[in-house]
């Protein structure tokens, strides 16, 4: 009787070839595969971040925040605003002198101001620097006002009665196109006053 040897014997090597190289395989995916897939990550997690402001539209007047507000009355005792810087609403009985401060003004004062059709131009003194100030000084209107408002979460606010606009610097264009359409007092309850010969005194009783 002859013995099945031959068989046997030719697939043993084969079979075991096989499960070498299939272990192989799963050994280079699962180092290989995690690097190239990682990479991407790597490369996002180390792109730098979008500079602020890098997404806003600057060319156009569209995130002008509008506000209705309810009737307003003067008064001696301070008010506590739902905006900063605030929009309107009461005030003290007088107002501000026109130009540009150095220290934060009464908000109380300010708001008699836009109530007099001013624009009010604000800052954060951390983040514009005295470049930035005497830029924003050369864009005041004449009927405007300005200083630093330490509280406000943009770097530059522009206000009006009743109008809001976060910037993202003392350079951003909408600055002019915000005093052309609300710097001649649209929205001003007293849209032909003016803040000059108000107090020079910026924060009364200080």
Request: hydrophobic share 40%.
């Amino acid at each position: 009787m002859t013995e099945p040897t031959g068989e046997p014997t030719s697939k043993r090597p084969l079979g075991v070839a096989v499960a070498v190289g299939a272990g192989v395989l799963v050994v280079v995916g699962a180092v290989v595969l995690p690097s190239v897939l990682g990479g991407d990550d790597e490369s996002e997690s180390q792109a730098p971040p979008a500079s602020p402001g890098a997404t806003v539209d600057t060319s156009n007047l569209a995130l002008v925040q509008e506000y209705d507000l309810p009737p307003w009355h003067h008064t001696s005792d301070d008010v506590d605003y739902p905006q900063s810087p605030p929009v309107g609403g009461d005030h003290f009985d007088p107002w501000l002198e026109c130009g540009v401060y150095d220290v934060p003004v009464s908000d109380e004062l300010a708001v008699h101001d836009l109530e007099h059709a001013s624009v009010w131009i604000t800052y954060r003194p951390d983040q514009v620097d005295a470049e930035g100030v005497a830029e924003l000084a050369g864009a005041l209107p004449q009927n405007g006002i300005m200083s630093p408002y330490p509280t406000q979460e943009a770097p530059v606010v522009i206000t009006a009665w009743a109008r809001q606009l976060a910037l993202i610097g003392p350079d951003d264009p909408r600055i002019a196109l915000f005093i052309d359409k609300y710097g001649a007092g649209e929205t001003a309850p007293e849209a032909f006053a003016s803040c000059a010969g108000g107090t020079t005194e910026p924060t009364p009783g200080a």
